[in-house]
């Protein structure tokens, strides 16, 4: 098929392709198999959503992959200069399914969606889109869609309650009001009924979160915040409610004078003495259909609270010393909690963890109003193996304590943390908390910390020395936003002793007020060759610049790099330097593919000369190239700087 240009600018193959993709029918679906391998790759780009999803099965088949078309969709949805981080296949489709299915459900509209209304609009898509996604947005505020999915699109539900693993409740829920009978009712089906055993509440009501908290997993909530759910009934009309208008399988709308969306039920007779009001409040659903009478209660195995105030903190208090399903616990505020807050979480926390039927192994919180919080947290949770912190420490904000008490010793036992990541945002950080809490982590396999700087004279490399010391099994590396120029030795020695796997060093100021650059990007080349087990390395942000051309000695002598994944993005390579590196790397190929990430350098200063680098570099990297535009000047600036 040749590439003759059509008198409008379109190739010939162009509009194959076009044609192919209007009259395509999963039933001719052979004749696109029975394409030569290179024309099935060139058309990728070209199909719908729903094409690229019927015939991904019989295309792996044959060793192509369908990922090139789906980041045609996912750059077309968010923009091309939107820097893309799906590796795989599985990762493209599930991003793309996840973004059209919200946007067409509930009817939003976008450039993409306006321009493929017509694949987008039918049944198939949505069906396809729900064996996809693994997160369901619940927004109660859209009644419409949700009744549809109740009634007429119960089989969308059936097999939405199959697939998700966690629902996202992203505007709050007027628990008696009739409107959002059909938004329970969805709730109550994924997670009581399906497989979904996370819960991600985006609503600040402590009203609400005891009602969802209660009967899926915690043994009790607060008791005063269930009365003050109950006292609520005297303003809305609770007979719809007791008439069953909660839960109906067959739920459907119409029209009426006094009340708009009004849900006529299937009513089935009370299953016991408990008042509906009751039932509907504390979560039960006896007008469900069960195959066992009376509806199951889903457990929760992860809660992530996002706003989370004082007043839901408090709810959630009361529920963990007996949640002993919870695995994953998130806990996010836009500002930092008060050290009482936290005091009181953590005192939760013991208790939970004191019963010896704790599940928890997960914890985030943000923000900490103190970084010496972060150990009073894994004292209270000593078998928890995730940990992930925001500290944000600032002089007059919430909780700030001068004379926090100190404990007369220091509680050293060991941890069971195996991962830690820890976000700082303060002027200054004392540095040995981090180093305490890393010595009682002797299983800690992944670390990443970001923004911890320490006082004028002072240097990182006791961290790095802790970590060679006492880490032997940390296998993911991390450091961003520290200064780590005098620490070249240290990291040395630290890829010596530790078998790291990833190792990332994001604007870590590598070679400021170095003298000798080169060298010093020598020795770090050196250094990495000598790591057998690294397959990741990033230096993202260190101002490399034209020094980058030494990087292409990690590929050369013995032992060569076993490095396969290089991120040199956002280093101000210009493309004569970009060039100069592509050379020196093509007389020293890797003997592995190499994904290498140049995204955020200053590319369109000479496109030609750019373009002639990446030629160079395709036969053996794979290439993340988007994400600069210099009409920005403070880009510029800050490439810099």
Same mark, same amino acid.
């Given at each position: 098929?040749?590439?003759?240009?059509?008198?409008?600018?379109?190739? *010939?193959? =162009?509009?194959?392709?076009?044609?192919?993709?209007?009259?395509?029918?999963?039933?001719?679906? +052979?004749?696109?198999?029975?394409?030569?391998?290179?024309?099935?790759?060139?058309?990728?780009?070209?199909?719908?959503?729903?094409?690229?999803?019927?015939?991904?099965?019989?295309?792996?088949?044959?060793?192509?992959?369908?990922?090139?078309?789906?980041?045609?969709?996912?750059?077309?949805?968010?923009? +091309?200069?939107?820097?893309?981080?799906?590796?795989?296949?599985?990762?493209?489709?599930?991003?793309?399914?996840?973004?059209?299915?919200?946007?067409?459900?509930?009817? &939003?509209?976008?450039?993409?969606? /306006?321009?493929?209304?017509?694949? @987008?609009?039918?049944?198939?898509?949505?069906?396809?889109?729900?064996?996809?996604?693994?997160?369901?947005?619940?927004?109660?505020?859209?009644?419409?869609?949700?009744?549809?999915?109740?009634? =007429?699109?119960?089989?969308? $539900?059936?097999?939405?309650?199959?697939? /998700?693993?966690?629902?996202?409740? #992203?505007?709050?829920?007027?628990?008696?009001?009739?409107?959002?009978?059909?938004?329970?009712?969805?709730?109550?089906?994924?997670?009581? +009924?399906?497989?979904?055993?996370?819960?991600?509440?985006?609503?600040?009501?402590?009203?609400?979160?005891?009602?969802?908290?209660?009967?899926?997993?915690?043994?009790?909530?607060?008791?005063?915040?269930?009365?003050?759910?109950?006292?609520?009934?005297?303003?809305?009309?609770?007979?719809?409610?007791?008439?069953?208008?909660?839960?109906?399988?067959?739920?459907?709308?119409?029209?009426?004078?006094?009340?708009?969306?009004?849900?006529?039920?299937?009513?089935?007779?009370?299953?016991?003495?408990?008042?509906?009001?009751?039932?509907?409040?504390?979560?039960?659903?006896?007008?469900?259909?069960?195959?066992?009478?009376?509806?199951?209660?889903?457990?929760?195995?992860? @809660?992530? /609270?996002?706003?989370?105030?004082?007043?839901?903190?408090?709810?959630?208090?009361?529920?963990?010393?007996? &949640? &002993?399903?919870?695995?994953?616990?998130?806990?996010?505020?836009?500002?930092?909690?008060?050290?009482?807050?936290?005091?009181?979480?953590?005192?939760?926390?013991?208790?939970?963890?004191?019963?010896?039927?704790?599940?928890?192994?997960?914890?985030?919180?943000?923000?900490?109003?103190?970084?010496?919080?972060?150990?009073?947290?894994?004292?209270?949770?000593?078998?928890?193996?995730?940990?992930?912190?925001?500290?944000?420490?600032?002089?007059?904000?919430?909780?700030?304590?001068?004379?926090?008490?100190?404990?007369?010793?220091?509680?050293?036992?060991? *941890?069971?943390? =195996?991962?830690?990541?820890?976000?700082?945002?303060?002027?200054?950080?004392? $540095?040995?908390?981090?180093?305490?809490?890393?010595?009682?982590?002797?299983?800690?396999?992944?670390? +990443?910390?970001?923004?911890?700087?320490?006082?004028?004279?002072?240097?990182?490399?006791?961290?790095?020395?802790?970590?060679?010391?006492?880490?032997?099994?940390?296998?993911?590396?991390?450091?961003?936003?520290?200064?780590?120029?005098?620490?070249?030795?240290?990291?040395?020695?630290?890829?010596?002793?530790?078998? @790291?796997?990833?190792?990332?060093?994001?604007?870590?100021?590598?070679? =400021?007020?170095? #003298?000798?650059?080169?060298?010093?990007?020598?020795?770090?080349?050196?250094?990495?060759?000598?790591?057998?087990?690294?397959?990741?390395?990033? @230096?993202?942000?260190?101002?490399?610049?034209?020094?980058?051309?030494?990087?292409?000695?990690? &590929?050369?002598?013995?032992?060569?790099?076993?490095?396969?994944?290089?991120?040199?993005?956002?280093?101000?390579?210009?493309?004569?330097?970009?060039?100069?590196?592509?050379?020196? *790397?093509?007389?020293?190929?890797?003997?592995?593919?190499?994904?290498?990430?140049?995204?955020?350098?200053?590319?369109?200063?000479?496109?030609?000369?750019?373009?002639?680098?990446?030629?160079?570099?395709?036969?053996?990297?794979?290439?993340?190239?988007?994400?600069?535009? #210099?009409?920005?000047?403070?880009?510029?600036?800050?490439?810099?700087?």
């Amino acid at each position: 098929m040749g590439d003759t240009v059509h008198r409008k600018g379109i190739t *010939l193959k =162009e509009m194959c392709f076009r044609a192919v993709r209007e009259h395509f029918s999963p039933q001719d679906s +052979h004749s696109v198999l029975d394409l030569p391998r290179h024309l099935i790759q060139d058309l990728l780009p070209h199909l719908t959503v729903c094409q690229l999803y019927e015939l991904q099965p019989a295309l792996n088949q044959r060793g192509i992959s369908t990922h090139p078309g789906w980041v045609v969709v996912l750059q077309d949805l968010r923009g +091309h200069s939107f820097a893309m981080d799906v590796h795989t296949e599985e990762e493209a489709r599930q991003e793309v399914m996840k973004l059209l299915f919200t946007l067409v459900f509930y009817g &939003f509209r976008n450039h993409y969606v /306006i321009k493929n209304s017509t694949n @987008l609009k039918s049944q198939f898509f949505l069906r396809a889109a729900a064996s996809c996604i693994r997160q369901f947005s619940l927004i109660t505020g859209l009644q419409e869609p949700l009744q549809s999915l109740a009634a =007429e699109q119960r089989p969308l $539900l059936n097999l939405l309650e199959k697939r /998700i693993q966690s629902v996202r409740i #992203s505007h709050g829920i007027d628990l008696l009001k009739r409107g959002t009978y059909a938004a329970v009712y969805v709730l109550h089906r994924l997670l009581d +009924h399906g497989v979904a055993t996370k819960l991600v509440v985006d609503v600040p009501c402590p009203i609400v979160l005891s009602w969802l908290l209660h009967g899926r997993g915690p043994q009790d909530v607060d008791l005063s915040l269930k009365k003050q759910m109950l006292s609520t009934k005297s303003s809305c009309d609770l007979s719809a409610i007791a008439d069953g208008a909660i839960c109906s399988p067959g739920l459907q709308t119409e029209a009426s004078d006094d009340q708009e969306n009004h849900v006529v039920p299937c009513k089935r007779s009370k299953v016991d003495s408990v008042s509906m009001e009751e039932q509907f409040l504390c979560g039960t659903f006896p007008q469900c259909d069960s195959p066992l009478g009376v509806c199951p209660w889903g457990q929760i195995s992860g @809660l992530e /609270i996002e706003p989370c105030g004082s007043d839901s903190l408090r709810v959630l208090n009361s529920a963990l010393p007996t &949640f &002993f399903c919870l695995r994953c616990l998130s806990l996010q505020s836009p500002s930092s909690f008060w050290e009482s807050d936290v005091l009181d979480l953590a005192a939760a926390l013991k208790q939970l963890s004191d019963s010896h039927r704790s599940s928890l192994t997960d914890l985030s919180i943000g923000v900490l109003p103190n970084a010496k919080l972060m150990e009073v947290l894994l004292d209270a949770s000593p078998n928890v193996t995730s940990l992930q912190v925001e500290v944000q420490t600032l002089i007059w904000g919430p909780g700030f304590s001068p004379h926090h008490p100190q404990s007369a010793t220091a509680d050293m036992s060991e *941890l069971h943390l =195996e991962k830690l990541k820890v976000k700082i945002t303060a002027l200054q950080t004392d $540095l040995q908390f981090m180093t305490s809490v890393l010595r009682r982590c002797p299983h800690l396999t992944s670390l +990443h910390i970001a923004g911890m700087r320490l006082p004028s004279g002072q240097s990182q490399k006791q961290l790095l020395t802790t970590l060679s010391e006492s880490n032997h099994c940390l296998r993911i590396l991390s450091l961003e936003d520290m200064k780590l120029s005098d620490c070249l030795s240290d990291i040395q020695n630290l890829l010596k002793d530790c078998k @790291l796997e990833e190792l990332r060093l994001k604007d870590c100021r590598l070679l =400021e007020n170095c #003298s000798d650059k080169e060298e010093r990007l020598q020795q770090l080349a050196a250094a990495v060759r000598s790591a057998a087990s690294l397959h990741t390395l990033s @230096l993202a942000q260190n101002r490399l610049a034209k020094d980058v051309c030494v990087l292409a000695e990690l &590929f050369s002598g013995s032992p060569e790099s076993s490095v396969r994944r290089l991120d040199l993005s956002s280093n101000f390579i210009q493309p004569a330097e970009l060039l100069e590196f592509a050379t020196r *790397l093509e007389t020293r190929r890797p003997r592995h593919r190499l994904t290498l990430d140049l995204r955020r350098n200053p590319g369109d200063r000479d496109p030609d000369m750019w373009n002639a680098a990446l030629t160079r570099l395709r036969p053996f990297c794979v290439l993340l190239v988007k994400g600069w535009k #210099s009409t920005g000047t403070m880009v510029d600036h800050v490439s810099n700087m």
